[in-house]
């Protein structure tokens, strides 16, 4: 079982910049793929980044250039650095981990991002 629990959410400027943590427990953090996810209301929740284990990274085109994702396999610890942030970046922002090894995935409870004009 792995277990993960988000920070850093709050209320910033369209413009402005926030940095996502997402601290897990549980389980070896290195062998976790990482991702961070997000839901607007009334949408889906769509992916907005992935970080591998070999520190690949992958990101949505809405996000790209503005947003990074990293990783601190030493203090299991995965984080979303976003930047130039836009109003339609609100929304309420998740981190999964995903374990090959048993093919689960694994959420965390979210933390709300609202970017104001």
């Known amino acids: 079982q792995v277990q993960l629990v988000e920070s850093g959410g709050g209320v910033v400027q369209a413009g402005g910049s926030l940095r996502l943590s997402c601290a897990a427990s549980?389980?070896?953090?290195?062998?976790?793929?990482m991702s961070w996810f997000r839901q607007a209301p009334g949408k889906q929740r769509e992916l907005v980044a992935t970080?591998?284990?070999?520190?690949?990274?992958n990101y949505a085109d809405s996000v790209k250039g503005r947003f990074t994702i990293s990783r601190d396999n030493a203090k299991n610890t995965v984080y979303l650095q976003m930047n130039s942030l836009k109003v339609e970046d609100t929304a309420v922002y998740y981190c999964?981990?995903?374990?090959?090894?048993?093919?689960?995935?694994?959420w965390g409870q979210g933390t709300q991002v609202t970017v104001s004009a």
């Open positions: 549980g389980s070896i953090f290195s062998i976790l793929v």
């Open positions: 970080i591998g284990t070999g520190f690949t990274t």
């Open positions: 999964k981990a995903w374990r090959s090894a048993t093919r689960s995935d694994y």
